[in-house]
């Protein structure tokens, strides 16, 4: 996210609207809006019920148009998930918007939608999984847990 921001900054960016889902229970999406929050305490968080996580075909249209009116209002936008940013920025590039976007998750059409993408590492969050993984079988009662955070790779 802070990377993501620095991008925004860059292109001269100081109104970014950050689009997540609601669900902050989820410990990525939690990190990510407390680094938002940290890093851009003037910009706009828009939640979208989790509800409609695998199902962004069924947000419904007042609340899309909601949202897209607040993003609007914002001179860039961070999308938490690639899900969101694909369906919002259909329509935004449908409507002829356009202003400095960026997404974690890579997702197909992204490029040609002029998106910047942090594409998550999973074969290094595996990695990192397998190793703490042997770590609490060898170390039985010694073993804590503890977050391991994996940095995204620069796609677009």
Known sequence: VR???TYMRRKGCKNTAYVSWDNLQIGSLKLREDTFRKYAPDGKVIPIPYEYHN?????????????????????????????LGMVCEGILHDRGSSRPTAMIGMMQGAGELGIHVIEQDFPAMADQIFQRLAQQNSQDSGW???TCRVKGNTVV
């Not at 899309?64 to 961070?78: G, H, T, V, Y």
């Open 55 to 83: 199902r962004t075909e069924r947000i419904p249209q007042e609340l899309l148009r909601d949202a897209l009116e607040q993003i609007e209002a914002c001179d860039s936008i961070l999308y938490a998930v690639g899900e």
């Open 3 to 5: 990377r993501l921001l």
């Open 144 to 146: 804590a847990p503890k």
